[in-house]
């Protein structure tokens, strides 16, 4: 399989912190995607960065890009209770169209 | 229509049972792609399609796995001789066919008794 992972699979924090999640893949991309997925729903789009991008911001949503290490993280700022969901990265690979997903990272929020 | 559509929302189907997914695309969407999602892990890819034309189906399983999309819109995705490993929530997504996100339905949540 050439899906990537994720780290750490699941993360736990008190409403209000930041949350960061880490995605690492295995062949060069042309762009890499962030998915939140709420239990039992389908996912929705959060983020895209393309490959000659290192930085991207939307909203509350940070995420980074680093193709020399293959990797990305997404950072949620101040984080709230309807944040908590399952969080995917997913990337495109050179020459291809289709997303391969990591196993995600499922993200809980405490009030 | 807004989103993708998918039907049913859950099928429940006796093993051995042949069963037929439907997937509605954003109008205009050139691109469709077909995954399936076991509980607790991330989307395995099945299948794509440019328009009509089924373009990369090399996570199709199995030969009991068959997706069409005859007329570049509604796509349905057909399993024939279920069983229980099929069991799995199949999503339908689709693209403008550029570089931005793909826009996902709600899924399919399958089950075989």
């Known amino acids: 399989s050439q899906q990537g992972e994720e780290d750490p699979q699941a993360l736990s924090i008190q409403e209000g912190e930041n949350a960061t999640m880490n995605c690492s893949y295995k062949t060069s991309i042309n762009n890499l995607q962030w998915y939140r997925q709420n239990s039992g729903r389908g996912l929705v789009h959060l983020i895209l960065?393309?490959?000659?991008?290192r930085e991207k911001h939307s909203g509350r949503l940070r995420v980074t890009l680093d193709t020399s290490k293959k990797s990305s993280s997404l950072l949620i700022t101040a984080s709230r209770a309807a944040d908590t969901a399952s969080y995917f990265c997913a990337t495109v690979f050179q020459g291809a169209q289709k997303l391969v997903f990591g196993q995600g990272t499922r993200l809980t929020i405490n009030p | 229509g807004a989103g993708v559509s998918q039907s049913p929302r859950y099928k429940v189907a006796k093993r051995g049972q042949d069963v037929a997914l439907r997937c509605d695309p954003i109008?205009?969407?050139?691109?469709l792609f077909w995954y399936q999602q076991a509980l607790g892990q991330g989307p395995e890819f099945l299948t794509y399609?440019?328009?009509?034309?089924?373009?990369?189906k090399s996570g199709l399983p199995s030969d009991r796995f068959f997706a069409e999309r005859p007329e570049g819109s509604v796509s349905t995705l057909k399993i024939q001789r279920t069983q229980q490993e099929d069991s799995a929530v199949y999503l339908c997504?689709?693209?403008?066919?550029?570089?931005?996100?793909?826009?996902f339905g709600s899924g399919t949540r399958l089950t075989v008794v």
């Open positions: 960065i393309r490959s000659n991008e």
């Open positions: 399609f440019q328009n009509e034309a089924q373009l990369d």
């Open positions: 109008s205009g969407h050139v691109s």
């Open positions: 997504a689709s693209s403008l066919g550029g570089l931005e996100g793909y826009t």
